[in-house]
């Protein structure tokens, strides 16, 4: 059985930072694809970031230069550091693994 726990999010101020962490259990990260998707109220589910072996990434454009998706293979932990972040960011954050698995969400509010 396949569960992803997502942890690290939070209220941060326009410009802070926060790290998001996705472990799992029941699927090695590090054979598939893993995404960070967000959903902010009233809007539909988005990619934000994308991982592949061997480890490449790709980004949604409003993410570009501030995001950072990596994953450690020793901890079956996927991870996306946040810079910058703008209140627009404002959104319940998941993980997915393989393209089927869901984790169940962490909220992360930037506000003054």
């Known amino acids: 059985q396949v569960q992803l726990w997502e942890s690290g999010g939070g209220l941060v101020q326009p410009g802070g930072s926060l790290r998001l962490s996705c472990e799992a259990s029941?699927?090695?990260?590090?054979?598939?694809?893993a995404d960070w998707y967000r959903q902010a109220p009233g809007k539909q589910r988005e990619l934000v970031a994308s991982?592949?072996?061997?480890?490449?990434?790709k980004y949604a454009d409003s993410v570009k230069g501030r995001f950072t998706i990596s994953r450690d293979n020793a901890k079956n932990t996927l991870y996306l550091q946040m810079n910058g972040l703008k209140p627009e960011d404002t959104a319940i954050y998941y993980c997915?693994?393989?393209?089927?698995?869901w984790g169940q969400g962490t909220q992360v509010t930037v506000s003054t």
């Open positions: 997915r693994a393989a393209q089927a698995w």
């Open positions: 029941g699927i090695i990260f590090s054979r598939y694809i």
């Open positions: 991982i592949s072996d061997p480890g490449n990434t």
